[in-house]
Nanobody, 117 residues
């Protein structure tokens, strides 16, 4: 079993910042990637950012968040973070933590991020 516990969502004004955290526990050996996805009302879910466990921890970001969001990992704590700066109303969504182990995806419960204009 794998458990993912997210925190850090909330309401913020445009231009503000939030930091999301996701702590993983359970059978979390051989983690391939840790990352964040989001889903806005009426829209498909999309990748926000992902960090690999190998290849020097290579990261990948959605074009819409490049330069504003930063993903980081604390491997000792099995935690992944998403620092979100210069937030825009279009960043409003439920953000989900994702963990991939041996090709299988695990998801957090989601945390709401609302950016007011």
């Amino acid at each position: 079993q794998v458990q993912l516990v997210e925190s850090g969502g909330g309401l913020v004004q445009a231009g503000g910042s939030l930091r999301l955290s996701c702590a993983a526990s359970g059978n979390i050996f051989s983690i391939e990637t840790m990352g964040w996805y989001r889903q806005a009302p009426g829209k498909q879910g999309e990748l926000v950012a992902v960090a690999a466990s190998t290849s020097g921890g290579v990261t990948n970001y959605a074009d819409s968040v490049k330069g504003r969001f930063t993903i980081s990992r604390d491997n000792a704590k099995n935690t992944v973070y998403l620092q979100m700066n210069s937030l825009k109303p279009e960043d409003t969504a439920v953000y989900y933590c994702n963990l991939k182990i041996l090709g299988k995806n695990y998801w957090g419960q989601g945390t709401q991020v609302t950016v007011s204009s």
